[in-house]
């Protein structure tokens, strides 16, 4: 958390007016939107155009996360993190604050969204995030501190983003900011050295999350605890395998969690076809040993039955297809924007 003498002279009341001291932008303080470790974020505007601004007395903080959102400049097509528009210092009676300016990205956050939307939607926003996260660790980083407080889902159509890089840090070094729900240390399970199986321990945490929205505190603690918590989820029961694995950090990637996670969700939908199959089979064996008949009245009643079997298989089976094709849809689409 951070300090109370850092947030008292970083506090700003709505209407204030900051003025960068070098490039000389003016912003209107609109409302807060949060604060954290190093510093406080704000709404505010210019040019009739909302942004964020971040300011802290800490300049090393403010430099280190001006580099992080540079990076993620740097990655074409990876929109994880917010665009940095300026950087600036804000001249006071009391001193100097640093401070920099971001696109403000508005949504719904992740458990919101979750919350209105329904689970169904689980699977491609960590499709989402899991691709970002892989261009991240690409280039040298680790998120550190990922939550669902720190992401937003924008759209249509639905796109995850990420509010907050307060927390990234250079991978080998030691994490910077964490939540404990979301630790892996908190849990016995691993190191806070930034690896990017730090990071796909928290994606496992917020699928875990999804299931139990208070989550829950630490008893006994380590994998049993949290494999007992996933087993006790109908819903978290379908993806107990790539969870699992993220927890004990057997993810190297986090291209291998998201192409498990792809190989699983083809795998229920064609498990789905193919009970539906095996279950109209054996139901028409079923009929041939009651009836024992191979009239024509019979024959003509059977055949009646297998077609009205068969459209019923077909309109399931087709039901099922458009709903995972409009998520894979939903999905590609917002890779591309």
Request: proline share 3%.
């Amino acid at each position: 958390m951070m300090n109370h003498s850092m947030k008292n002279q970083c506090k700003v009341n709505p209407g204030a007016i900051v003025q960068g001291k070098w490039h000389k932008h003016r912003y209107t303080i609109v409302k807060q939107l949060g604060f954290g470790a190093n510093g406080i974020v704000y709404l505010a505007k210019r040019h009739h155009e909302y942004v964020a601004l971040k300011m802290s007395e800490n300049g090393m903080s403010i430099t280190s996360e001006v580099n992080v959102l540079k990076s993620f400049a740097k990655v074409q097509g990876s929109a994880l993190g917010p665009s940095l528009l300026d950087v600036d210092d804000w001249e006071q009676n009391n001193g100097q604050i640093s401070f920099y300016v971001m696109e403000y990205i508005q949504g719904p956050d992740f458990m919101s969204f979750i919350k209105q939307k329904g689970l169904s939607w689980l699977p491609v926003l960590i499709l989402q995030l899991l691709s970002d996260l892989g261009q991240l660790h690409h280039n040298g980083w680790v998120f550190g501190d990922l939550k669902p407080e720190n992401l937003i889902v924008t759209g249509p159509p639905p796109r995850i983003r990420c509010i907050d890089v307060g927390g990234t840090t250079m991978q080998g070094r030691a994490i910077k900011e964490y939540t404990e729900f979301y630790d892996r240390g908190y849990w016995g399970l691993g190191s806070r050295k930034a690896d990017p199986g730090y990071d796909l321990f928290a994606v496992a945490m917020i699928m875990i999350n999804t299931a139990y929205p208070k989550r829950f505190t630490k008893t006994a603690g380590g994998i049993m605890q949290l494999r007992n918590q996933v087993q006790q989820s109908k819903e978290l029961q379908k993806f107990e395998a790539v969870i699992i694995h993220a927890l004990e950090g057997h993810y190297q990637s986090a291209e291998e969690m998201r192409n498990d996670l792809l190989k699983y969700l083809s795998h229920v939908s064609g498990n789905r076809h193919t009970t539906g199959q095996q279950t109209s089979t054996q139901s028409r064996i079923n009929r041939q040993k009651v009836s024992g008949q191979t009239g024509v009245k019979t024959n003509a009643s059977r055949q009646a039955k297998q077609k009205k079997q068969k459209k019923g298989s077909f309109v399931e089976t087709f039901s099922l297809i458009m709903v995972v094709l409009l998520f894979y849809m939903f999905y590609i689409f917002g890779q591309l924007i």
